[in-house]
Structure formats: structure tokens, C-alpha cells
């Protein structure tokens, strides 16, 4: 058994800053302490309350598992108390006397360089029962472990540079905290206050949590029914947002929920969200992803990753289902075939309210894909159990819809009547791929082209083939199969002056190109690189380039447009002064070019010493001209 000594210690250096930064500052929304206080009271219970289900022996099993809070205007005390699993006393050493997290010293630097109110940052690096100390002038906390053969103990500090520990009398499992309040926070002593602050932030805990006040009987002051297990109909538009809030700590309301209740192929009840924003502040609240899992509304786990597929990670929410049996084990819950079925049918909902979404209120669907367009993009990459479902749910943006959204099946639509295949580009980003010169073709043929700029549209596009009933096919395909222009415009180069500009481009890019070859598809650009037909691996350069550190440029076919004036002038150079420097400079420049336009281009600075050559030649030919 540990010594009953009581004993002084000092507390690390990042929590006296913390606690300096706590106690001093102009902190205007003071009162997420008691959320903070509620929300540990609340998994404490939770703890203890699963503990039972496999122990016999825990302290006090007859205790109701509640949260009481005690208010003493005369006295400036605030007290909360909870039947929870409690902790002895190398608990409260590691759990309040110290942070045993790395993040405390982030939290401190954002803290100081004021990158974040506190309110967004406190909680989320295991510091939110130190927020206490924006209220207090001293806290105790007195807790009884659930184990027989553990003593209560009783810390304390003033929020200064020490904490005292000391053995307590307190014979009933749980945790007391009492707190003195500073003269500025007179208020939270008030009754009143502290029943809106319950409503406000932990109206949902699934535990009563009793007001106590020095006249009165004690009464519950939050809602605390499972708004999951309650019928959809009866349940306000509201109350899922403040639901939401409170399990979530999000300022912001959701941007979709979803109620589900059935009993059958599996007993389920469940609320999901999707957040309004993929980021939701300089940091998160919640330090993991993962739905809540309930038997029988008891949590089983906090963080369950295995009721979604991992590309629906950013989803938040509960689940419950009286088919888990109460005594599962957190190991065996993966294994569990409820699971299986859970887990299709939450996933088969999703699917389908998104794409009622999609179909109904483009407007709010747009916002939703430009924050998770990713994520579902990544799971038709790794599902295809629901890749057909997820097909149905994507929107690019192409060549012909501006700035809006566009799905394969309006793609298709709107296809010319002898059109064969839906086309796509890859690209850097929307600015490279509008200006690319595969697009020159379709552009003179009023053709819609798919803008992919995502790193993941490699990885799409080599998985998916067709969509809407069509094949998808890459324009920089050499082997695309387009109705040919008529050939009689002006300015073509002579066959006898481009040969020879042919031969002198391979000579001069060597093994960086495949071939080099006339263009029957370009129009207003000079050249273009395009994929040879064994070159199984086109859509993934990109991502290549940006995750390889070895990467290396692939050879491709480089077309030149015989139209064009620069190749004209060019093949002209090559037969009358095939010694000027400016026909190799130029060369690479169109080649580099291209690599760039394609978003393969490992390093453009090496592009700035040519670029430089050329212009003083250009500058230097318009000054002798003049």
C-alpha cells in the first residue's frame, strides 16, 4: 500500500506557466470550466460504470452514478462531486499534479503568441481541469478509488507553484472538488448561473447531474435522456445542434445529421454529423476520431473507428444497440458480427443522405465537397463494396461548368452526340490545367474536359474506368482517337524544314522524351507531352513527384505543332543558322514548359538561368530591329 505520509511537491515548469497563464488572464468566457470539471466527472462515470459489468468488487456498487453541484454564496464555493471511478493517490499525482502530455508546451506557446482564444485550445492537451484556476483561488480534490484495498486522498493547490497531498477519511468511491472562488467570480456560487451553464454545454450527459443549493431539496438540472434512443419526429432541429455542440465542443453548427433507429437486420439507434468544416479551429477538442459506442447506454467505447470506413473518419456522433451484449470486451467489439452489421448500415445511410444532398441542395452539397470531396475520393480508391455508391457522390470541376460543381452523370449529359468517352486532365491546379495544351483540341470542338487537380485524382482515374456508362480516358493519351481537322490551314511547316527540327529536338532532350512527333490535335499551343500507350502508371506521376525523393521526370512523347509560329520559326533557324544558341535554349524551354503545365516538373528554379538567356536575346533582336 502506498505511505499515508502527506507530503508538498512542486509542479513541472510547463504547468506553473500554464497555471500563470490561467490565473492572470483576461479570460471573458470563464464559465467552459465547469464543462471541463462535468465532462471528466462524466467519463469517470462512464469508467466505473463499465468496470461493474466485469467486477464484482468495486467500491460502493450501490452508489447512484450521478454528479452533484453544491453552491455556497456565504461561503464562495463552488464543490462538484461525482460516484465515478475515482483515483488514489499516484492517480491524482499523475492526473493533476503533473501534464503527461507534449502537447502542454504547444498549448503554451499558442497560449502566448496568441494564436488561438483559449477557449478553442483549453481541454484538447490534457490541461481542462486547470482551467479551474480562472476561477479559483484554491481547489481541493478528494477522491476514493474504486479498488477495496485503495485510500482516499485529498490534493490541493492554490494555483501557485506547489501541490500538497494528504490521506482523507472519505470512505465512498468518487471525487469531490471544491472550489473557492476569487472575488470576480462571485457568480459562479449563484444557483441560477450554474444550472444555465448545465444547459448551455452538458444538457446531454447521460448522467443526472444534481443541483444543490443551501435551501432547497437537490434537483436535476440537465435534460440527460439519450436524444439518440428518442424518435426522429420528436426530436427539434435545435436539439440536435446543442447535442452536437456538446459532444463535440464545435462552435458551429453541423452541416448535416442524420437520425438513424432500426431494429432489424440489427437493433441500432444513432445520431451522425458532419461537421461544417473539415478543420474546426487552430486545433481540435477532440484528440482522437471515432464514434461512440453504447450497449444499452452504457459507452463501451470512446473512440470506435470501426462502425465507419476510414474515409468517413471526419463523421462524428453515437451509436447504441442492445444487440452488443453489456460484458463485450473492448477487444472483442471488432470482432463482434453486430458490428458488421452496424457497420453496413451506417455506412449504406450515409451513402444514401449524402446523395439525397447532392440531388436536393447542391448549394449545401458544394460546401460539403469542397471540406470532404477528399475523403470520399479516397474511398473510392479503397472501398469497392461501396465504390459504385461513392462514384455517384463525386464533383469536379471541368473545362465548361466555371466555378461550379460537376458529376459524372451531368458530364455525360452533356456530351457532343458523336462524343465516345468522358475526357479528364491532370494538372498542378485549376490556373495550369485551363491553360494546358491538351485542352486545345477539345476546346475548338466545344468538348467539357474534367479538371483533376487533387494529388488522389492519379489514384481515382487508374482505379475507375467508366463512369455514368463511360469510359473515362486521359487526353494525353498519344493513342486518343479524335476526328481529325482539316489540314489546309495556313503557316504548316514544310515537311523538308521540319524533319530536321524533329531530329534536333530528340537530339537536344536525348532520353527525356520517348519521341518526338507532329501534333494532329493542337491548336494555339506549341507543344504538348503526351503518355505512350505502355505507360501504365500516367496518373500517378503526380503523386509520384510529390512523395518520391528520387523521383525522376518519366519520358514522354513530345508533339509539336507545325502551325504554330514559334515552331515554325524555330524549324527556319534550325536549316539557316543551326549554330544560334537559341534553338536549344528554346527547346528546353518548350519541354520544361510542358513538364510544368502537366504539374510534373521536379525543380522550375533550374528554368529561371534559360528563361533569362532567352529574354536578352528576344530584348536584344527587338533593339536591333528598332
Known amino acids: 500500500m502506498t505511505d499515508a505520509t502527506p507530503v508538498s511537491l512542486e509542479y513541472r515548469t510547463e504547468v506553473k506557466q500554464l497555471l500563470d497563464i490561467l490565473a492572470h488572464s483576461l479570460y471573458t468566457d470563464r464559465e467552459i470550466f465547469l464543462r471541463e470539471l462535468i465532462s471528466n466527472a462524466s467519463d469517470a462515470l462512464n469508467r466505473v460504470q463499465y468496470e461493474m459489468l466485469t467486477n464484482p468488487d468495486v467500491v460502493g456498487a450501490d452508489q447512484e452514478l450521478a454528479i452533484r453541484i453544491q453552491v455556497d454564496a456565504d461561503a464562495k464555493t463552488l464543490t462538484l462531486v461525482d460516484s465515478g471511478i475515482g483515483m488514489n493517490r499516484d492517480e491524482l499525482v499523475e492526473n493533476l499534479g503533473t501534464i503527461a502530455h507534449s502537447g502542454a508546451r504547444t498549448f503554451l506557446q499558442s497560449a502566448g503568441e496568441g494564436q488561438a482564444a483559449l477557449e478553442e485550445i483549453i481541454g484538447q492537451f490534457g490541461v481542462g481541469f486547470y482551467s479551474v484556476f480562472m476561477v479559483a483561488d484554491a481547489v481541493s480534490v478528494t477522491s476514493r478509488s474504486f479498488r477495496p484495498e485503495d485510500q482516499a486522498w485529498t490534493w490541493r493547490s492554490s494555483g501557485d507553484s506547489r501541490f500538497t497531498l494528504e490521506p482523507a477519511a472519505q470512505t465512498e468511491r468518487g471525487t469531490t472538488i471544491m472550489i473557492h472562488l476569487k472575488e470576480d467570480a462571485a457568480e459562479f456560487a449563484n444557483g441560477w448561473r450554474i444550472e444555465q451553464i448545465v444547459k448551455k454545454h452538458s444538457d446531454y450527459v447521460s448522467f443526472p447531474i444534481y443541483l444543490v443549493e443551501p435551501e432547497g431539496e437537490p434537483r436535476i438540472v440537465n435534460r440527460r435522456s439519450a436524444l439518440w434512443r428518442q424518435s426522429p419526429s420528436k426530436v427539434e432541429a435545435q436539439e440536435y445542434e446543442e447535442f452536437y455542440k456538446q459532444l463535440t465542443f464545435d462552435s458551429e453548427a453541423p452541416l448535416l445529421h442524420i437520425h438513424m433507429v432500426a431494429d432489424a437486420p440489427v437493433n441500432l439507434r444513432a445520431v451522425l454529423f458532419i461537421p461544417a468544416r473539415r478543420e474546426r479551429g487552430l486545433f481540435h477538442l477532440r484528440p482522437d476520431h471515432g464514434l461512440r459506442l453504447y450497449s444499452r447506454k452504457i459507452l463501451i467505447q470512446q473512440f470506435n473507428k470501426d462502425l465507419l470506413p476510414d474515409y468517413y473518419r471526419f463523421v462524428d456522433g453515437v451509436v447504441d444497440s442492445e444487440d452488443l451484449p453489456l460484458n463485450v470486451s473492448r477487444e472483442m467489439v471488432q470482432s463482434n458480427p453486430v458490428m458488421r452489421q452496424m457497420r453496413r448500415a451506417l455506412t449504406n445511410r450515409l451513402n444514401k443522405e449524402l446523395k439525397t444532398l447532392a440531388d436536393e441542395e447542391p448549394d449545401r452539397y458544394a460546401t460539403f465537397w469542397q471540406e470532404f470531396g477528399v475523403f470520399i475520393k479516397e474511398g473510392v480508391v479503397t472501398d469497392t463494396a461501396n465504390q459504385e455508391a461513392l462514384v455517384d457522390l463525386l464533383r469536379f470541376r471541368t473545362s465548361k461548368g466555371g466555378d461550379a460543381w460537376v458529376s459524372f452523370k451531368e458530364v455525360a449529359e452533356r456530351m457532343q452526340p458523336d462524343q465516345q468517352a468522358i475526357y479528364y486532365v491532370l494538372g498542378e491546379d485549376l490556373k495550369s490545367v485551363a491553360r494546358s495544351p491538351h485542352l486545345d483540341y477539345f476546346r475548338a470542338h466545344d468538348i467539357e474536359v474534367l479538371y483533376l487537380v487533387d494529388p488522389i485524382d492519379g489514384y481515382v482515374t487508374s482505379i475507375l474506368h467508366e463512369a455514368a456508362g463511360k469510359p473515362l480516358q486521359n487526353v494525353d493519351d498519344a493513342g486518343l482517337s479524335l476526328p481529325q481537322d482539316d489540314e489546309t490551314a495556313q503557316d504548316v511547316v514544310a515537311q523538308e524544314a521540319f524533319g530536321p527540327l524533329l531530329a534536333r529536338v530528340k537530339a537536344v532532350l536525348g532520353d527525356r522524351v520517348r519521341d ?111
Open 516 to 626: 518526338v512527333q507532329e501534333s494532329k490535335q493542337l491548336v494555339n499551343s506549341p507543344c504538348r507531352l503526351v503518355s505512350p500507350s505502355d505507360s501504365f502508371d500516367r496518373d500517378l506521376q503526380r503523386l509520384r513527384r510529390l512523395t518520391e525523393e528520387d523521383y525522376t521526370t518519366p519520358a514522354k512523347v513530345l508533339e509539336l505543332n507545325r502551325r504554330h509560329p514559334l515552331v515554325a520559326n524555330l524549324a527556319r533557324l534550325v536549316t539557316s543558322t543551326p549554330d544560334d544558341p537559341v534553338i536549344d535554349a528554346a527547346i528546353e524551354q518548350l519541354y520544361d514548359n510542358a513538364l510544368l503545365l502537366d504539374g510534373l516538373h521536379a525543380n522550375p528554379v533550374d528554368m529561371v538561368e534559360r528563361i533569362q538567356l532567352l529574354m536578352e536575346q528576344a530584348v536584344a533582336a527587338k533593339a536591333k530591329a528598332d
